[in-house]
């Protein structure tokens, strides 16, 4: 029997535990596998020697229920980039020797794009030195943009926190009988699924936001003044919903750059919402202020999508029984099998050919004027916020799984 090894990097979700938990259950659950490590921080745990062994923690199911619905990362995360082989060989060596040591006959690396970079190098690195190491990506974003995939997990959960936040912005800005705009800005560097998201919150009695702006389409700061002006004479209060990384014609953040890059060369952005603020301010002298949803958005387990946790869970477990079969270099994918009633399937494809691609939001889902969504868009979004997940409370806040070995 063989053991496995798990590990979660990048941004922490609402599901990325979710996650977790299906690939712990799949694990002790199948007959091809013995022990189930966890490693601290990401790769960089293998790297370190830095592990606990998940097989005894997560025998009932009561601990395992307390994982699926715990926010962010409960193995820890990393931001590290694996070079080339060619550029330095040794973090290689250090991994596949770590795994011979442990007995690791699978890896299962949960998380987004970049991570996606890792499990692709390594199984590339594995089919090289002729391995049987069984190596997997299961996913997770709330940026939802990854290839190959209907969604990701993460991204339900993280819609649901936007369109519940953008609502009770609504209510909060409706009360007073002025001329406002509100600008928030939602996570979105590349793509703009979750701000497109914002348009859930509109109901029989509320249409904010008002305007929608994402990473595709070019931003007119003409036009938007022109859009906003035009909404005030009809509205009191105008809210508009902003994804960080848009852009104008010529591709130019209209955010103020940090001028710094994260390890994968990412820019780090700041600031679009209050760009435009100060263009409002400047140019239609109308009370404004800008929000910046920055790290809540993440995370929400109180306001989670049961949704979202099931299928993350399910994902994790169909990882495992792609390794028990012998697959190798694949991330898990999940198909929308239809829509009424929603329904889903799990499958796979090479993690090569997601690693390091963006998948956009289509222009169906955008409206041709570039300030909102369309109906497609939302046909797409509501099955994913559905539900909500059952939460324990003591003393009034939710009971997580402790993590004192982050500490």
């Known amino acids: 029997m063989k053991n496995c090894i798990v590990a979660q990097s990048g941004g922490p979700t609402a599901a990325i535990n979710a996650s977790l938990a299906g690939v712990v259950q799949g694990v002790l659950e199948h007959p091809e596998y013995s022990h189930i490590y966890g490693s601290l921080n990401g790769i960089t745990g293998i790297l370190e020697g830095r592990f606990l062994d998940l097989t005894e923690t997560f025998q009932s199911p009561e601990a395992l229920g307390r994982l699926k619905v715990s926010p962010a990362m409960y193995l820890g995360s990393c931001r590290y980039k694996l070079p080339t082989p060619e550029s330095d060989v040794s973090p290689y060596q250090a991994v596949f020797q ?198 809540l958005q993440r995370c929400g387990s109180h306001i989670a999508s049961r949704t979202d946790l099931e299928e993350s869970f399910c994902q994790g477990q169909h990882g495992v029984s792609l390794a028990a079969k012998g697959e190798t270099g694949l991330m898990v994918t999940i198909q929308r099998v239809q829509e009424e009633p929603y329904q889903v399937s799990y499958g796979a494809s090479p993690v090569r050919e997601i690693a390091n691609q963006v998948k956009s939001v289509p222009p169906e889902f955008i409206h041709p004027k570039g300030n909102d969504v369309s109906p497609a868009m939302l046909s797409y979004l509501k099955p994913l916020i559905q539900g909500e997940p059952a939460l324990t409370f003591s003393q009034g806040i939710p009971c997580y799984l402790p993590v004192p070995h982050l500490s």
């Not at 795994?99 to 690396?109: L, V």
Request: aromatic fraction near 8%.
């Open 98 to 295: 770590f795994f011979e040591k442990m007995g690791i006959g699978a890896f299962f690396y949960i998380g987004g794009n970049d991570s996606m970079d890792t499990v692709d190098k390594l199984s590339t690195y594995a089919e090289k030195i002729q391995s049987n190491v069984r190596i997997i990506g299961i996913p997770k974003t709330i940026d939802n943009d990854l290839c190959a995939t209907d969604h990701t997990p993460g991204f339900g959960s993280a819609a649901k926190y936007v369109a519940t936040s953008l609502l009770e912005i609504y209510h909060d800005t409706v009360i007073y009988h002025l001329k406002s705009v509100t600008i928030v800005e939602i996570m979105g560097r590349d793509a703009g699924w979750l701000t497109a998201a914002s348009a859930l919150a509109r109901n029989s009695y509320s249409v904010a936001p008002h305007l929608i702006y994402l990473p595709e389409t070019a931003f007119d700061a003409e036009a938007f003044l022109a859009d906003v002006k035009s909404l005030l004479e009809k509205h009191n209060n105008i809210i508009v919903a902003v994804s960080e990384g848009i852009r104008d014609k010529d591709g130019n953040y209209i955010s103020a750059s940090t001028g710094s890059k994260d390890n994968f060369g990412h820019s780090q952005l700041s600031g679009a919402g209050k760009t435009l603020e100060c263009l409002v301010q400047e140019r239609l002298d109308v009370k404004v202020r800008a929000i910046e949803l920055n790290i």
